[in-house]
């Protein structure tokens, strides 16, 4: 079904609209023709005082004048000598502006035999005040018709005015099919069945099934919700309305309203077609979220009370299906959720193994690769990855290989891109002086010897001191070996000691701390409140959750801590103590039993800053575990006679 798009409805205006547009124009050009252009192009008489006008009168050199209320125009006498050859030179034409209430001026012409007389009636001038009167109030209410109309057009400079901004593909003509889709056959199964009820509708009508009416595709960023949305458009071959959620709002209460009812008028003339509203928590947030004016006269509730009727006002069957996306599906209000609204929900997760390998395959089509490049690899080393950011890990890649004059692309290129997007950019320039390259050296490698001692903690792959990213004067890459989905407690406890490795190195060595340990020490807390407070792993405190988990699928954040009492927020503390001073112990104790390997490494890295492969794999597999680290790892306690005071005297001895 053919759909009309903006530029086809704005090409199609009423006849009224164009004759009064014409209109308009035709008397705003007359208007500037006749009071600017004509009077600037008319050349006007010289001007001079009243005073010298009675001078030449008096002399006898005025011939005729023109006298009316505002101006006086005259003529003087020709005067043979004023030429070389004695002809009679042109008449001069003067203008001078007459003094008010001169009486005698009509006397003194008379007497000098001066003709003069008043100017002959304009039968035109009634067309001037005509139009001083009616054309700017024209010009005006044409001006703001104008405006109005581009308003309701959408067009690019548009007042919004209640006409939905919904971006429409004609035919399904997104330029996405399922076969650039990749990673997310479990989402992309759950829609197979949406694209064939608007290919073949009426086997679904025979007996007696509904599709859902609307569609929610939740999940982290960069998974890849709004490009399954067009595939699903680009598959079907239906008309596709795409709008964001913020698109609805605006400062005037009902603006957005008027969206939504417009937005779906025009989804059921085009029936059957697919609206996709990204970024649905921009509109649809919960209406009981707290706030003094709740319930009031509200932009954001009076949208999503329209939109929530909108949706109930058209057939399950009717053709028009409502997908939507967002990250946040926890702040939704329960309404917009319910049954008969989005009735289905579908999870698109950060892809497996598997899936990233299905990825790269999608965007390595246009690459040229060289023959050592192996995806599976690759897939490998991206744990955590989105389709969005194996997309820019193909493009790092294919730039590296293009500023270093190579014909295909390396799988040299793809090890040097994963280290840019997971730690940033190399920064040379930035040189380090001997006692910071010797910190940040024993540093990285009492986090690469703590972390090759841990459990679920993989691989690590490289140790450098060459800077990176904002203000990382080195960095140890671990890479996991599979994709985890759980952690246990013994991993945890690993995780923070190796965290703190970098710290207890410089400790061992140096005997004091620098500022480089700060990321890893806010990390470790981190992760020690949460298995506290979020994972229930204390034993003192129990399984009970001290955390409110707000955003499922965003990182970075911050849980609040439920109201608790402060006997509880002290036991809290006292916990996460306890666990981190554990870690640091066992950090040093690993660190002291392998100090002889710390100090042999540390050197080596010193003199060629970048250690990797099979040169750093046989450094580490020299790192002996000391008694305590299996007890410490099962239970999280130390074993009797043991603490880090006796172990600190043990390092200054």
């Known amino acids: 079904m053919p ?49 010298d006008f009675i001078e030449q009168v008096e002399a006898g050199k005025v011939e005729r004048a023109i006298v009316t209320p505002e101006r006086i125009q005259y003529v003087l006498k020709p005067e043979p000598s004023q030429t070389p050859e004695g002809k009679v030179a042109a008449p001069q034409v003067l203008v001078t502006t007459p003094v008010a209430l001169d009486l005698d001026l009509p006397n003194i012409l008379r007497e000098h035999d001066v003709e003069f007389a008043a100017p002959p009636p304009n039968n035109l001038g009634w067309l001037g005040t005509v139009l001083g009167w009616v054309l700017p109030p024209l010009i005006f209410f044409g001006i703001w018709a104008w405006l109005f109309n581009r308003a309701q057009g959408s067009g690019p400079a548009a007042l919004t005015v209640g006409k939905s901004k919904a971006r429409i593909y004609s035919e399904g003509d997104t330029g996405v099919t399922f076969a650039d889709v990749a990673g997310i056959d479990e989402a992309k199964a759950e829609l197979e069945e949406i694209v064939d009820f608007l290919k073949r509708a ?21 998974t890849g919700k709004t490009l399954l949305a067009k595939a699903i458009a680009g598959e079907a071959g239906v008309p596709f309305f795409s709008i964001s959620g913020s698109e609805f709002i605006e400062l005037f209460v009902g603006v957005g309203a008027a969206r939504v009812r417009d937005l779906f008028e ?53 053709g028009v299906i409502i997908l939507a996306a967002t990250n946040r599906p926890e702040v939704l209000d329960p309404a917009l959720r319910r049954p008969g609204r989005f009735d289905r929900q579908v999870v698109v997760d950060r892809p497996d193994k598997i899936g990233r390998e299905a990825i790269l395959k999608v ?70 002086n001997e006692t910071e390259k010797k910190t940040v050296a024993y540093h990285e490698v009492g986090h690469a010897i703590v972390g090759a001692l841990m459990p679920g903690a993989g ?50 060595i140096f005997g004091e701390v620098s500022t480089g340990a700060s990321d890893d020490i806010q990390k470790a807390t981190d992760l020690a409140e949460r298995s506290v407070t979020l994972y229930g792993m204390s034993d003192e405190l129990g399984p009970v959750a001290f955390e409110k988990i707000q955003q499922q699928f965003l990182e970075g954040y911050t849980n609040p801590r439920r109201p608790v009492s402060p006997k509880v927020a002290e036991e809290i503390d006292r916990q996460v103590k306890t666990i981190i001073d554990g870690a640091h112990h066992i950090a040093l104790s690993i660190l002291q039993h392998n100090r002889q390997l710390l100090e042999a490494t540390a050197q080596t890295l010193l003199q060629k ?45």
């Not at 903006?6 to 023709?33: C, H, M």
Request: charged share 25%; aromatic share 6%.
């Open 202 to 222: 009426d086997r679904y009508v025979k007996v007696g099934a509904k599709i859902p009416k609307g569609v929610l595709l939740v999940g982290p960023p960069g």
């Open 609 to 653: 800053e970048i250690l990797e492969g099979e040169e750093l794999r046989s450094q580490l597999d020299q790192a002996q575990a000391p008694a305590e680290l299996a007890q410490w790892l099962r239970t999280g306690k130390l074993p009797e006679g043991t603490s880090r005071s006796v172990l600190k005297g043990l390092e200054k001895s």
């Open 266 to 318: 025009q989804a059921k003339q085009q029936a059957p077609c697919i609206v996709f509203i990204d970024e649905l928590d921009a509109l649809g947030k919960s209406r009981g979220g707290g706030g003094p004016f709740v319930g009031g006269n509200d932009e954001r509730e009076q949208t999503l009370n329209q939109l929530l009727t909108e949706m109930d006002g058209f057939d399950a069957n009717s």
């Open 459 to 508: 691989k690590v792959e490289k140790i450098s001191i060459v800077p990176r990213g904002v203000g990382a004067l080195g960095y140890t890459l671990q890479l996991p070996e599979e994709d985890r989905f759980l952690m246990i407690e013994s991993e945890i406890r690993g995780r923070i000691a190796t965290l703190l490795g970098g710290r207890s190195a410089e400790e061992l």
């Open 3 to 51: 759909v009309e798009t903006e530029t086809q409805r704005s090409r199609r205006t009423p006849e009224p609209r164009k004759f009064g547009n014409s209109l308009a124009v035709f008397l705003l050009t007359l208007f500037i023709l006749n009071f600017v252009i004509f009077p600037a192009l008319t050349p006007r008489p010289p001007e001079v005082p009243y005073s």
């Open 363 to 432: 965007h390595v089509k246009n690459v040229k690769l060289a023959e050592d490049v192996d995806l599976e690899k690759i897939a490998v080393r991206t744990p955590g990855f989105a389709g969005a950011d194996l997309a820019n890990l193909v493009n790092e890649a294919a730039l590296l290989a293009a500023r270093n004059n190579r014909e295909a692309v390396t799988m040299a290129d793809f090890n040097e891109a994963v280290e840019r997007v997971v730690a940033g950019l190399e920064k040379r320039s930035r040189v380090l």
